[in-house]
């Protein structure tokens, strides 16, 4: 699948509900979370913001992207899945944009999907479990709050690094809102032959592997090797050169990878588990996005 900045968590085939349920409590947060220029990024708050947040999506994944729709989201051309409902969803809007009349109209350009583990253990769990078995992780951790990151897409003309930063910037003020520890989800490599994907595969595998402490593994009968080349075989450069966008925005910021990839047919891709832990951000973005307890302050007062 496709994505440009945040791939982490649902891609799914799972059988929706007949309509999306409000977004989450936003329990503080304002809707509004920012402006940049004509962009502005909002928290979704009723169900129509939801619709076009799965309008967005199936654009970018479905028609633009290598997925197959199928049930509903082939009828209605949205990309729906059921943890729609109870996740919380990023949504940036070009507010100088117009429609074909040429009157001025607001339009959804970014999206990303957001599954704090409250959440999710009221739900049956996170996206991520579908391929990775992330329980020892959790219990691991069980004193840490896990954020799962996904469904992340930005429209075709507006892939720029204004874009991108309001996104991310919104993620980090739901974050620190939130007191989040960890970020976790799949990141997907386009196309799902392995060994085409060998030398990307294979400098993750040397190079980004995430310690004991933060591994999930495949879950049974999905694992698929990583280390494909040699460390010696592989060229750093056209490695780096070859990964998604997503995978590279999540290295600069020091984000750790699975030993070990999933196969998704359904969307065309090999995913990896990643895991971020607050704390081992590259502090060079901690400063310029604001540190973990920049919002603890700011939320008490």
């Known amino acids: 699948m496709l994505t440009i900045l945040f791939d982490f968590g649902a891609k799914a085939a799972l059988q929706p509900r007949s309509a999306p349920e409000p977004a989450g409590e936003l329990q503080g947060l304002p809707r509004l979370l920012g402006r940049f220029g004509n962009f502005e990024i909002r928290l979704a ?35 729906i899945c059921r943890f729609d409902d109870f996740c919380d969803h990023l949504l940036v809007f070009d507010m100088a944009a117009r429609n074909s009349l040429g009157h001025a109209r607001p339009k959804l350009v970014g999206t990303y999907r957001l599954l704090r583990r409250a959440v999710a253990e009221r739900h049956g769990g996170f996206y991520s479990q579908s391929e990775f078995d992330i329980a020892p992780l959790l219990a691991r951790h069980g004193n840490k709050d896990f954020l799962e990151l996904g469904r992340s ?74 280390g494909i080349l ?27 990878f699975s030993d070990g990839a ?27 996005f604001g540190s973990p307890a920049d919002l603890k302050e700011s939320a008490a007062a």
């Open 153 to 226: 897409c930005v429209d075709a003309g507006y892939r720029t690094k204004r874009v991108i930063e309001l996104l991310w910037r919104g993620l980090w003020i739901y974050a620190k809102h939130y007191r989040v520890d960890v970020l976790i989800g799949c990141a997907s490599l386009p196309g799902a032959n392995p060994l085409a994907l060998a030398l990307p595969l294979s400098f993750l595998h040397h190079q980004a592997s995430a310690g004991a402490e933060w591994q999930a593994a495949p879950r049974n009968g999905r694992f698929v090797p990583m």
């Open 45 to 79: 708050v009723t169900r129509k913001d939801v619709r076009r947040a799965q309008r967005l999506r199936y654009r970018v994944f479905y028609e633009e992207g290598a997925a197959t729709a199928q049930g509903l989201t082939a009828l209605m051309r949205r990309d």
């Open 262 to 288: 999933v196969i998704d047919r359904q969307f065309g891709t090999v995913d990896v588990f990643t895991v971020m832990p607050l704390t081992e951000i590259e502090p060079r973005y901690i400063a310029y």
């Open 230 to 256: 040699d460390a010696s075989a592989i060229d750093m450069r056209k490695a780096v050169a070859s990964l998604p966008p997503l995978v590279k925005a999540y290295l600069r910021v020091g984000a750790k």
